[in-house]
C-alpha cells in the first residue's frame, strides 16, 4: 500500500466515469428507449468510500455536469456529499483553471497537496489537479484513461482504506 505523507483537508471528485457508471447507465438507457435517463448506477464501492471519505473530510462533487444531475447522483447515493459544484454553477468546465479556482475560493481551501483530486481521468482532470499542486489520486474504473498520480487505487474503498492506513501510522508515531 502508498504511503500517505499529508493527511487530506478536502476531497474532490470527478462524479462521472469515478462515482457513477456512465457509459453503463447510458448502454442501459438506450437499451430502455432511454426512459430513465440520468438515473444511472453508481459504481459498488462509491457509496461505502464516500461515507468513509466523509469521515476523514469533506468530499465535494466537481463536475461538469449540472444541478439536476446532482440531486439524482446524491439521491441515489443515500446522503448528500458536502457540495456539488457544476459546470451550471461555475460557468466553465473542466479543465479549466477559473473552475478549479472557483472550488477553491466556495471551500476556503488553498491549492496545496492538501486538497486531494479523485479521477479516473488522469490526462484532463488529474493533470491540471497535479499542475495546481494537489495530492491526485486516479481510480482505475474500466473505462478510465490513465497517466501520473501521486496515489493510484482500485477503487474508493481502497482510497478509503489507504487514507486510514495512514491516519492509524499518524497516531502510533504521535506521542
Not at 45 to 56: H, K, M, Q
Not at 128 to 140: D, H, I
Request: include cysteine; aromatic fraction near 10%; hydrophobic fraction near 45%.
Amino acid at each position: 500500500m502508498e504511503r500517505v505523507s499529508v493527511r487530506p483537508a478536502l476531497f474532490t471528485f470527478d462524479i462521472f466515469g469515478t462515482v457513477v457508471d456512465w457509459r453503463r447507465g447510458l448502454a442501459l438507457d438506450l437499451a430502455a428507449a432511454g426512459h430513465e435517463l440520468g438515473h444511472w448506477p453508481r459504481f459498488a464501492d462509491a457509496e461505502p468510500g464516500l461515507r468513509a471519505l466523509l469521515t476523514v473530510a469533506p468530499c465535494v462533487a466537481m463536475t461538469n455536469s449540472d444541478r439536476e444531475h446532482g440531486v439524482v447522483v446524491q439521491r441515489g447515493l443515500g446522503f448528500e456529499l458536502s457540495a456539488w459544484i457544476c459546470a451550471e454553477d461555475v460557468g466553465v468546465y473542466k479543465p479549466s483553471r477559473r473552475f478549479w479556482h472557483e472550488v477553491s475560493r466556495r471551500r476556503g481551501i488553498p491549492f496545496g497537496t492538501a486538497w486531494w483530486h479523485v479521477s479516473a481521468y488522469a490526462d484532463y482532470d488529474l493533470e491540471v489537479a497535479r499542475e495546481l499542486g494537489l495530492s491526485t489520486v486516479f481510480v482505475q474504473r474500466p473505462h478510465c484513461r490513465p497517466g501520473p498520480a501521486d496515489h493510484t487505487v482500485r477503487d474508493l474503498l481502497e482510497l478509503a482504506a489507504l487514507v486510514a492506513a495512514a491516519a492509524r501510522a499518524r497516531d502510533r508515531a504521535t506521542p
